[in-house]
């Protein structure tokens, strides 16, 4: 059993920057592949960025955040984070941190655990 708590969230204006953290609980978080997915009002829940250990650390991202955004994990404290930087306002969402058994995947419904999610708001 996973559980997975959001935090980091707030209002920046264009071009700022935010860090987001996914707080794990469970002692084999570190084996499972952790994903960010956003969903902003009216639209799908959309695959953000994830990572898997496999030897190092793998990343993927969508092409939307390509460049803007770093996901990383510290595992001595159960932590994923999402280091967003050039923000945009279409990047305004609720972001949620999700984890599932590798590999990284980036259809929502496939992933079994997930965080509550915390707001991100970019204003012009």
């Known amino acids: 059993q996973v559980q997975l708590v959001e935090s980091g969230g707030g209002l920046v204006q264009a071009g700022g920057s935010l860090r987001l953290s996914c707080a794990a609980s469970?002692?084999?978080?570190?084996?499972?592949?952790t994903a960010w997915f956003r969903q902003a009002p009216g639209k799908e829940r959309e695959f953000v960025a994830g990572?898997?250990?496999?030897?190092?650390?793998?990343?993927y991202y969508a092409n939307s955040v390509k460049g803007r955004f770093t996901i990383s994990r510290d595992n001595a404290k159960n932590t994923v984070y999402l280091q967003m930087n050039s923000l945009k306002p279409e990047d305004t969402a609720v972001y949620y941190c999700?984890?599932?058994?590798?590999?990284?995947?980036?259809?929502?419904?496939?992933?079994?655990?997930w965080g509550q999610g915390t707001q991100v708001t970019v204003s012009s």
């Open positions: 999700a984890a599932r058994r590798p590999p990284v995947v980036v259809t929502a419904l496939q992933y079994e655990y």
């Open positions: 469970g002692r084999t978080f570190s084996s499972y592949a």
């Open positions: 990572i898997r250990w496999s030897g190092s650390d793998l990343t």
